[in-house]
């Protein structure tokens, strides 16, 4: 009975050194991308920033945030949640990821947002085209314009038909960020 208890508490212990392990720390430095906004407000937040000691981070209008304890992608819906009850971005969507000196054990991951079944940061994996990328976030859903995807990739945007073949196979990278936007009343 005291060895099996022994066991149990160790891999309770061990679930919550890995859980730590993905949270944001104080002191940490992480990286913002932000997409579900015009491209000119995208140079306001994207960027590096920094978690306090206190375990903050501070963002353009809506000020400081709460981040350490938090995993990378549930600061991203904090984040996205605040601009949002703010009336600042109607349909924002974040990526959190480790700054330039701390991404050692990131797990590579990308972001699907917009009108998708289900948005938000995604595992990636070598050889990933625009259209799994889309699948792996429940497809389009009834409002997409599947014609007008975008891709943002090192601060440029790149707009693809995801209805065309060819640009059903082009290749996305970790810490992309792909927006289906909403169509108008002919879905394009």
Same mark, same amino acid.
């Given at each position: 009975?005291?060895?099996?208890?022994?066991?149990?508490?160790?891999? @309770?212990?061990?679930?919550? &050194?890995?859980?730590?392990?993905?949270?944001?720390?104080?002191?940490?430095? @992480?990286?913002?991308?932000?997409?579900?906004?015009?491209?000119?407000?995208?140079? +306001?937040?994207?960027?590096? #920033?920094?978690?306090?000691?206190?375990? %903050?981070?501070?963002?353009?209008?809506?000020?400081?945030?709460?981040?350490?304890?938090? =995993?990378?992608?549930?600061?991203?819906?904090?984040?996205?949640?605040?601009?949002? &009850? &703010? !009336?600042?971005?109607?349909?924002?969507?974040?990526?959190?990821?480790?700054?330039?000196?701390?991404?050692?054990?990131?797990?590579?991951?990308? =972001?699907?947002?917009?009108?998708?079944?289900?948005?938000?940061?995604?595992?990636? =994996? *070598?050889?990933?085209?625009?259209? =799994? &990328?889309? !699948?792996?976030?429940?497809?389009?859903?009834?409002?997409?314009?599947?014609? +007008?995807?975008?891709? %943002?990739?090192?601060?440029?945007? %790149?707009? %693809?038909?995801? *209805?065309? !073949?060819?640009?059903?196979?082009? @290749?996305? #990278?970790?810490?992309?960020?792909?927006?289906?936007?909403?169509?108008?009343?002919?879905? !394009?």
């Amino acid at each position: 009975m005291k060895t099996i208890l022994t066991i149990i508490i160790a891999v @309770l212990g061990f679930g919550l &050194a890995s859980v730590n392990a993905q949270t944001v720390r104080p002191d940490q430095r @992480l990286g913002l991308s932000i997409s579900g906004v015009p491209v000119s407000e995208k140079g +306001r937040l994207d960027a590096e #920033y920094s978690v306090s000691s206190d375990g %903050y981070i501070t963002m353009w209008i809506i000020g400081r945030v709460k981040a350490s304890g938090l =995993t990378k992608s549930a600061l991203a819906a904090s984040i996205a949640s605040k601009y949002k &009850a &703010a !009336q600042i971005y109607t349909d924002p969507v974040f990526q959190v990821f480790s700054g330039a000196d701390d991404g050692a054990n990131d797990v590579l991951s990308f =972001t699907v947002g917009g009108q998708v079944r289900s948005p938000g940061q995604k595992p990636w =994996t *070598k050889g990933m085209t625009l259209y =799994t &990328a889309v !699948q792996a976030a429940g497809g389009e859903n009834q409002y997409a314009a599947m014609n +007008r995807v975008k891709l %943002y990739r090192n601060r440029k945007v %790149y707009i %693809y038909d995801l *209805k065309r !073949q060819n640009h059903k196979g082009v @290749l996305i #990278y970790s810490r992309d960020v792909i927006e289906v936007p909403e169509g108008n009343i002919f879905n !394009q």
